[in-house]
């Protein structure tokens, strides 16, 4: 089992930055991905930045350029810093952790989610 705890959401004027972290505990060994996902209101959840084990990072187009990725080990945590926010960057922020189960299949953890508004 692994457990994500998020922190760092808030309410930041358009074109502002914040950082959101994401701790890892328990069986964190068995995960193959830790990235960002959002869900806006009405929306699906769609992927933000995803990093692997061996260190390859993918970002949504809608984010490259603004969004940076990384991850401590030594802390089992993993950052999304976000700058040059914009309106439609609005939606709760979830910590995705996972492992693969198959050739296409992958076993996902959740956190609980922090809110990222920003303002117009």
């Known amino acids: 089992q692994v457990r994500l705890v998020e922190s760092g959401g808030g309410l930041v004027p358009a074109g502002g930055s914040l950082r959101l972290s994401c701790v890892a505990s328990?069986?964190?060994?068995?995960?193959?991905?830790m990235g960002w996902y959002r869900q806006a209101q009405g929306k699906q959840r769609e992927l933000v930045a995803d990093?692997?084990?061996?260190?390859?990072?993918n970002y949504a187009d809608s984010v490259k350029g603004r969004f940076t990725i990384s991850r401590d080990n030594a802390k089992n945590t993993v950052y999304l810093q976000m700058n040059s926010l914009k309106p439609e960057d609005t939606a709760v922020y979830y910590c995705?952790?996972?492992?693969?189960?198959?050739?296409?299949?992958?076993?996902?953890?959740w956190g609980q989610g922090t809110q990222v508004t920003v303002s117009s």
């Open positions: 990093i692997n084990s061996g260190g390859t990072i």
């Open positions: 328990g069986s964190t060994f068995s995960l193959d991905k």
């Open positions: 995705n952790g996972k492992y693969r189960t198959s050739s296409v299949t992958w076993y996902n953890y």
